[in-house]
Nanobody, 114 residues
């Protein structure tokens, strides 16, 4: 079955950096777009970034120039490097793949606070 496991979250100060990783299994990774979503407390889940099977990247406007999404099709992982983090980036971050339905990881918390 599809499994997505995120890692790399944690408390960071404003202006700091974090790297999130998602390890995927249970499907042919190299054929699927992979996405990161986030959900802040009391807010809707929102799309942050998507990377196509061939590495074409899209980002929500608020993270462009600060977040970089990459994938390793040999190791079935997707990684998002987040720089210049802001308090408004505080959320639980989820890895996502869509195969008829959405599959989600368990989420990793990213609190941005001084």
């Amino acid at each position: 079955q599809v499994q997505l496991v995120e890692s790399g979250g944690g408390l960071v100060q404003p202006g700091g950096s974090l790297r999130l990783s998602c390890s995927a299994s249970g499907f042919i990774f190299k054929y699927r777009p992979m996405s990161w979503y986030r959900q802040a407390l009391g807010q809707e889940r929102e799309l942050v970034a998507t990377i196509s099977p061939h590495g074409i990247r899209t980002y929500r406007d608020s993270v462009k120039g600060r977040f970089t999404n990459t994938r390793d099709n040999d190791n079935n992982t997707v990684t998002m490097k987040m720089n210049d983090l802001k308090p408004e980036d505080t959320a639980v971050y989820y890895c996502n793949v869509r195969r008829n339905i959405d599959y989600w990881g368990q989420g990793t918390q990213v609190p941005v606070s001084s």
